[in-house]
């Protein structure tokens, strides 16, 4: 596995999300040992980015990758998220000095960890200045509990100012072949600033992997049943974007999720996606994405496919995103 930077930090180009290991998706069918047979099969085919968070559960999540990577706490960069799960008892969410304070030593103790190498503040608080967060994030770095800090969803002038105050890692937002809102302002920023980009849902939620073209066989709790993209006759709209994915895998002898995969690796350095899974199978299957050159005509055939049809979130998630 090829590795990229995230700021000062190395990472493989395809990390792992274990966020579906224990909400959103699992519905009924969660099962932690495969979820940690799948993260242990991900290290030792190179994969050096595990991605969490406290909300994933809430809580259980962290516990789950903590126990995947026993003994193996050196070979990973764990990354994980505060922010939404206030320690504090702070009605809503909590990115407040003291909120990021006990959240950290949560994380850590969940984690069966001394340190988290990549902390992101997993949504923008307004009502907590950025620049006090981060001066707490910096904090905790120069105690050790933190390697390197990060943002998630925040917007070019957040992204700056948080920069202005301690260096900025990566910032981790969603993007992928049908969701390319970024491009105009965030990336440009973060290439300006040294800054990594950690695409989540680079396979759209499961869309481009070509497993979903119906809602058919969906868990009833799946978040997806309610995801504008998927509802409201879009997942039919939608499928024209997909279409052309597999006409290119087909081209390149590759699976539709390869070709997603690719195509965000081909962005440039810097830029390192970390598709979810609970499968070992999907595992090695997305790895493969890192061995994969697209050619110039590819590209640009992916990069005109057409813009999604409905929001990504609903319109109260989407409240909280570009702050």
């Known amino acids: 596995m090829q590795v990229t930077s995230l700021g000062t930090l190395q990472v493989s180009r395809i990390g792992l999300g274990a966020m579906g290991m224990s909400a959103f998706y699992t519905g009924a069918g969660r099962d932690d040992a495969e979820s940690i047979r799948t993260v242990r099969r991900a290290l030792d085919l190179g994969v050096t980015h595990l991605d969490t968070a406290e909300v994933y559960g809430p809580h259980v999540n962290e516990e789950l990758v903590g126990r995947a990577v026993k003994g193996r706490r050196d070979e990973v960069v764990i990354a994980t998220k505060f922010g939404l799960v206030s ?168 699976t539709p999720a390869q070709i997603a995969l690719a195509w965000l690796l081909a962005q440039g350095e810097g830029i390192a996606p970390i598709p979810g899974t609970t499968r070992v199978d999907r595992v090695e299957e997305n790895c493969v994405a890192d061995g994969i050159r697209l050619n110039t005509n590819q590209i640009t055939r992916l990069n005109n496919v057409p813009p999604a049809s409905g929001e990504r979130h609903a319109e109260s998630d989407m409240e909280s995103i570009d702050r």
């Open 87 to 254: 320690p504090t008892g702070r009605p809503g969410p909590d990115s407040t000095p003291a909120g990021v304070r006990a959240a950290i030593e949560g994380s850590l103790r969940r984690l069966g960890t001394d340190r988290v190498d990549l902390y992101y503040q997993h949504r923008i608080d307004p009502d907590v200045p950025i620049e006090e967060t981060v001066g707490a994030l910096s904090e905790l770095v120069t105690a050790g509990k933190v390697r390197h800090i990060g943002l998630s969803e925040a917007a070019a002038r957040t992204i700056r100012r948080a920069h202005a105050v301690h260096p900025v890692a990566a910032v981790q937002s969603e993007y992928s072949l049908w969701t390319r809102d970024l491009e105009a302002e965030v990336l440009p920023t973060l290439r300006a600033l040294g800054i990594g980009l950690v695409p989540y849902a680079p396979l759209g939620h499961g869309f481009l992997t070509g497993g979903v073209r119906t809602l058919d066989g969906l868990d009833g709790t799946d978040w997806r049943r309610t995801n504008p993209r998927f509802t409201g006759g879009n997942l039919a709209r939608n499928l024209r974007i997909l279409d052309e994915v597999c006409n290119v895998a087909d081209e390149a002898g590759a």
